[in-house]
């Protein structure tokens, strides 16, 4: 299965923070966990809690390190559908929103992902999303005959 088929059947499945199950809830980055266990596997670390403002409180960029240790950087002109792409909310802001790319376009990217106040959703990846781009990566590729821990 493509991240792209298994990020479309988390469509329609609630918001719901720091849940990450098909159907019955998720946050962004509980999609794209759910995602990878389904493409890649067991999740390679365990989450800690998080209130909905973690990013604004802790300085760290948590989420863009997090991506860097397990998924594949990749320059943003190279994105592919099935990416994991990370943004910025805001200027100086922590990076704290991720989606999956599903399609390049025309007219536009499409991304699948799950935000407040909203189902896990895909839609246009319009001008404001884009100039909130920051990163983007690709996902690892499981080793034959392992368990995929430390594969990426």
């Known amino acids: 299965?493509?991240?792209?088929?298994?990020?479309r059947g988390w469509l329609g499945t609630p918001y719901r923070h720091q849940a990450s199950t098909k159907g019955a809830?998720?946050?962004?980055?509980?999609?794209v966990r759910g995602v990878w266990r389904e493409v890649v596997g067991e999740e390679p670390e365990a989450l800690p809690a998080y209130a909905p403002d973690w990013a604004e409180v802790g300085g760290v960029?948590?989420?863009l390190e997090a991506a860097g240790r397990w998924l594949v950087a990749k320059p943003p002109g190279e994105m592919q559908p099935g990416d994991v792409l990370l943004f910025r909310m805001a200027d100086g802001a922590m990076v704290k929103h991720c989606a999956i790319l599903s399609a390049l376009g025309p007219p536009e990217p499409r991304i699948i992902h799950a935000y407040w106040g909203r189902?896990?959703?895909e839609s246009w990846m319009g001008p404001w999303w884009r100039r909130r781009l920051v990163a983007v990566f690709g996902w690892p590729v499981p080793a034959q005959g392992r368990g995929g821990e430390g594969d990426h």
């Not at 299965?1 to 990020?7: D, L």
């Open 1 to 7: 299965m493509t991240p792209v088929e298994a990020a």
């Open 25 to 31: 809830g998720a946050d962004c980055l509980g999609l």
């Open 61 to 63: 960029e948590t989420l």
């Open 119 to 121: 189902a896990v959703v």
